[in-house]
């Protein structure tokens, strides 16, 4: 199939500079334009984008700037047999190292001393607080590209990773494996969870107040999927509760995080600003991704990452 033109929405920006994205195709066979709300598209266009919008449906391919595609409606690429494309596969170090340096600062206190300093503290914790991550149990839910990049970083650590997937297939790394309706067991001897799944109907409110009551007091949560996987109220209410003992976040239920949530308080929680995959490299990991696909399409080969 023909393409001529790839567009790269302006959109893109909201996670990497837009220029700087579009320059990264100077080597392409085809064109790439940076566009706004006002262009219409034909079935020669791909579209690069983080937004949805209802006029891309009109291109011959779309791409998502993201991995998490939740925001599209995957139906309606399939009605108008427009294929679309995400940005899975490329987060396995960025958003990995992040829920690694999470584990590391609540077992070490690293964020505790830093708000210290914020006060001009010399702070001492109690002596009970601090400990290693070696040897202590990690269970990663959903065990894709993040989820290895997790576990096999957490190996190096000494720690011992077990996880959650649909398939039984092995993951480098992780000793154990369990079904989604294990899932309490999975998480009941864990001293951190790592949530690295995509928000589905499935996984929508998957860890709420019996998660929480199943999980060690002594255990953190690190989400960095998604802010709906977590039930966000039941989550304040546990630690408040001790029912774990804190949690480290990306994403959250509304973002930004708002004002008012009890979360930006808490001493023995990380608030992040969705920023797990965030580098100075990020326009290039995706545009590399882009490349590859504008390659097959024009070959009529299979897309990677066709989501829909
Ligand atoms: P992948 O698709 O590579 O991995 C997702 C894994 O989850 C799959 O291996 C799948 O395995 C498993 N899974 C899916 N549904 C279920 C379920 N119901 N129960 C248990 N396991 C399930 O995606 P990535 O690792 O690249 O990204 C994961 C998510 O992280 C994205 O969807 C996105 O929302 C989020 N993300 C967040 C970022 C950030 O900045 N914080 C950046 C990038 C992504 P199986 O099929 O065997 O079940």
């Not at 006060?119 to 002596?127: F, G, L, Q, R």
């Not at 960095?224 to 996987?229: F, T």
């Not at 509760?241 to 929680?269: C, H, K, N």
Request: charged share 30%; proline share 5%; net charge negative.
């Amino acid at each position: 199939p023909d393409l001529e033109q790839l567009y790269v929405h302006e959109s893109v920006e909201n996670v990497i500079p837009a220029k700087a994205f579009v320059d990264a195709f100077s080597d392409l066979p085809v064109p790439a334009e940076l566009v706004g709300d006002d262009e219409e598209y034909d079935a020669s266009d791909g579209v690069v984008t983080y937004a949805p919008r209802e006029e891309f449906l009109d291109a011959g391919w779309v791409h998502c700037a993201r991995a998490g595609y939740d925001a599209f409606d995957t139906e309606a690429y399939a009605e108008a047999d427009v294929p679309l494309t995400n940005s899975s596969g490329i987060h396995g170090a960025t958003v990995g190292e992040v829920a690694i340096g999470c584990m590391l600062s609540l077992a070490r206190l690293l964020h505790v001393y830093r708000d210290h300093q914020n006060e001009t503290e010399w702070y001492t914790p109690e002596y009970e607080r601090p400990f290693t991550v070696e040897n202590e149990r990690l269970c990663v839910l959903g065990l894709g590209t993040i989820g290895e990049g997790i576990a096999t970083r957490a190996n190096g650590l000494g720690m011992d990773v077990d996880g959650v997937r649909r398939s039984d297939e092995p993951v480098p790394g992780v000793s154990e494996i369990y079904d989604p309706d294990e899932l309490h067991e999975a998480i009941s001897e864990a001293r951190f969870v790592a949530i690295t799944l995509p928000h589905t109907e499935e996984t929508d409110g998957l860890l709420s107040t019996a998660e929480f009551e199943a999980m060690r007091e002594d255990s953190y949560l690190v989400n960095v999927a998604r802010g709906p996987i977590v039930d966000e109220e039941a989550l304040v209410a546990a630690i408040e509760d001790g029912e774990i003992a804190g949690a480290a976040l990306d994403v959250f239920e509304t973002e930004p995080l708002l004002e008012e949530s009890p979360l930006w308080e808490m001493e023995e929680v990380i608030v992040m600003p969705h920023k797990g995959s965030a580098t100075n490299r990020y326009h290039l990991d995706i545009a590399e991704l882009v490349s590859e696909n504008v390659e097959r399409y024009r070959a009529g080969e299979e897309l990677r990452n066709r989501v829909a």
